[in-house]
């Protein structure tokens, strides 16, 4: 799941363009993408990585 955001954030292609080999659709990556980030999940690893 979070290489398949990497990958969407880092390759400039769209969620629907995801290539199958991650093992989820666009969709569902998007929709965990949405829930972490209102959740402030990457803040709280921003914070982790910096420590």
Not at 5 to 28: E, M, R
Not at 42 to 47: D, F, G, T, Y
């Amino acid at each position: 799941m979070l290489a398949a955001i990497i990958f969407v954030a880092t390759s400039g292609c769209t969620w629907n363009q995801l290539p199958p080999g991650f093992g989820l659709s666009g969709v569902t990556a998007f929709r965990r993408f949405t829930v972490w980030t209102e959740a402030r999940v990457w803040a709280k690893l921003h914070r982790l990585v910096l420590d």
